[in-house]
Nanobody, 124 residues
Framework: QVQLVESGGGLVQAGGSLRLSCAAS????????MGWFRQAPGKEREFVAA????????SYADSVKGRFTISRDNAKKTVYLQMNSLKPEDTAVYYC?????????????????WGQGTQVTVSS
């Protein structure tokens, strides 16, 4: 079984920054694509960013493009989400995910394994 553990969430003021981490363990998915999703109260789970297995390709939701950066360290089996210029509308539980694919995917159904989520709250 693959396990994903997110960390780095918290409470920040608008305009601030956070760096989320997602560490993978168990079955080796070091070179599979990984993604970040978020879900706010009353909203459906929303795609945020994804990165290919090699790290050579990335994809971002329009709402975060230019503000968030996804990266990975395959030696550490860890994916990161650097979140800058945070807005109140970024408030949500953030989840990392991975699956048996090398290329980026933007729908939740494309991913097989999910972390427990980490809360990000941005105050105005």
């Amino acid at each position: 079984q693959v396990q994903l553990v997110e960390s780095g969430g918290g409470l920040v003021q608008a305009g601030g920054s956070l760096r989320l981490s997602c560490a993978a363990s168990g079955r080796t998915f070091s070179y599979y694509a990984m993604g970040w999703f978020r879900q706010a109260p009353g909203k459906e789970r929303e795609f945020v960013a994804a990165i290919s297995g090699s790290g050579g390709s990335t994809s971002y939701a329009d709402s975060v493009k230019g503000r968030f950066t996804i990266s990975r360290d395959n030696a550490k089996k860890t994916v990161y989400l650097q979140m800058n210029s945070l807005k109140p509308e970024d408030t949500a539980v953030y989840y990392c995910a991975t699956g048996q694919t090398l290329i980026v995917r933007v729908t939740p159904t494309a991913y097989d394994y999910w972390g427990q989520g980490t809360q990000v709250t941005v105050s105005s």
